[in-house]
């Protein structure tokens, strides 16, 4: 469901692209309507901070705040093009929510939107997603190496998986203990 809504909402951007209508705005409201997907990155979430900070994120909690103020984030939620927006494949930016726990390990990736030519059987397939669970930021992210390739598509998992790697370093430099940083 979420798939053949992405493609639908694809073809629309592809078109409004077309005429040069797009923008970041645009994109932002597409890739931005996290909270039904939140417990998919960070499944043993019970509640969710608002989509706040900067850099933008969702703070993860194992236990509802609203009960228990004192009680500490088991992880953070982002998009991976709040912190990267620059990173492009071959087409555009790939929209990934990224789910971290507090000791830099990768609890879940979802790709959100693309425009990508060969998106639909390189990084749409929820097993590219799923490949990066439980690898920690300071893993190399290399294509061919640690991240699976798929032929003909090099150029876009090489996009994400740099997206990943930066965006989830740059959210672990800002909220994360480095000695508390997992290999």
Known sequence: MLARRMKRIAVTLA????????????????????????????????AFSPHQGTPLH?????????????????????????????????????????????????????????????????VDPAEFGAQFKGKSIRAPFRVGEDVHAVSRATISISSAARALRDSSRAMAKQFLNPSMVKW
């Not at 209508?21 to 019970?46: E, F, G, N, S």
């Open 15 to 46: 078109l409004v692209g077309s005429v040069g209508i797009i923008t970041l705005a645009a994109q932002r409201i597409v890739t931005h309507d996290a909270q039904p997907y939140l417990t998919q990155v960070v499944p043993a979430a019970v």
């Open 58 to 122: 969702y703070k993860a909690y194992g236990a509802d705040p609203k009960t228990n103020p004192a009680t500490p984030p088991i992880g953070l939620v982002f998009w991976s093009t709040d912190l990267v927006p620059h990173e492009h494949g071959y087409h555009g930016s790939i929209h990934m929510l990224v789910g971290m726990d507090m000791t830099g390990i990768l609890t879940g990736v979802l790709v959100n939107f693309n425009t990508e030519p060969y998106g639909y059987f390189s």
